[in-house]
């Protein structure tokens, strides 16, 4: 865990020296930032006892899209409140948010609103942002049903998926579905047709994910 400034320069140094995108996970204290990165990263689930984040952590991933490299610098923030300050100073710097609630925890979806009041506040005007309800696969325990998550983010015309770090579903999908607009709108290539988000977030695969592994 880090709570200095993620070193871009250091990180990339072994890498090649294009530039990272930076993606920046937000949300409530325990809603699975870290898991979902970890699921990405590592294709792998992060079980057992919970571990908060102190201040940020980082992981690259390079991702081909389209037959085209894009680096993600993924930042891991700490939900924790006594930490707020110090994600603050990392807005600025971020080119695209994921924004999470954990969909058996009322709170941290309710909160939603709080976060994104925050994210006007810090972030770039332009940022590339996305809404996801994690922990699908906890069916039995689900207290914010789908419909509201969808509501809240048309509400602020936001893109909307559900995922779980733990079966994996969506979770390549959302972290693709942020590269590819960052690798559009970086390019602008004039012949390219214009890569739609909110379309593209629509091959969501629906339901809890419960049996992938
Ligand atoms: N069932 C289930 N549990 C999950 C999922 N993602 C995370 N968890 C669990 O939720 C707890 C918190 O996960 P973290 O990824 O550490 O949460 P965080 O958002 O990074 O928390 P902070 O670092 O405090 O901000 C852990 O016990 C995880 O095992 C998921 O998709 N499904």
């Not at 914010?144 to 602020?156: I, S, T």
Request: charged fraction near 25%.
């Amino acid at each position: 865990h880090f709570i200095m400034r993620p070193d871009t320069s250091a990180a990339w140094s072994s890498f090649d020296d294009f530039r990272a995108h930076v993606v920046m996970l937000v949300g409530d204290s325990g809603v699975g930032k870290t898991c979902l990165l970890v699921r990405f990263k590592d294709g792998a689930f992060l079980a057992g006892s919970f571990i908060s984040t102190v201040g940020i952590d980082f992981r690259n991933k390079v991702l081909t899209v389209d037959g085209v490299k894009v680096k993600l610098q993924i930042w891991d923030t700490a939900g924790q409140e006594r930490f707020r300050s110090v994600t603050h100073a990392y807005y600025r710097d971020a080119h695209a948010l994921l924004l999470l609630y954990d969909v058996t925890n009322k709170a941290s979806f309710d909160n939603i609103q709080a976060w994104l009041t925050e994210i006007h506040e810090y972030a770039q005007q332009d940022v590339v942002l996305m809404l996801l309800g994690n922990k699908v696969d906890s069916a039995q325990d689900r207290v914010v049903k789908r419909e509201d998550g969808e509501k809240l983010a048309k509400e602020y015309g936001v893109p909307f998926m559900e995922t779980s770090a733990k079966s994996g579903l969506n979770v390549e999908l959302a972290f693709t579905a942020i590269a590819k607009e960052l690798k559009h709108r970086s390019m602008k290539l004039p012949n390219e047709p214009k890569f739609k988000l909110h379309d593209y977030v629509k091959k969501e695969v629906r339901g809890s994910g419960c049996c992938r592994s």
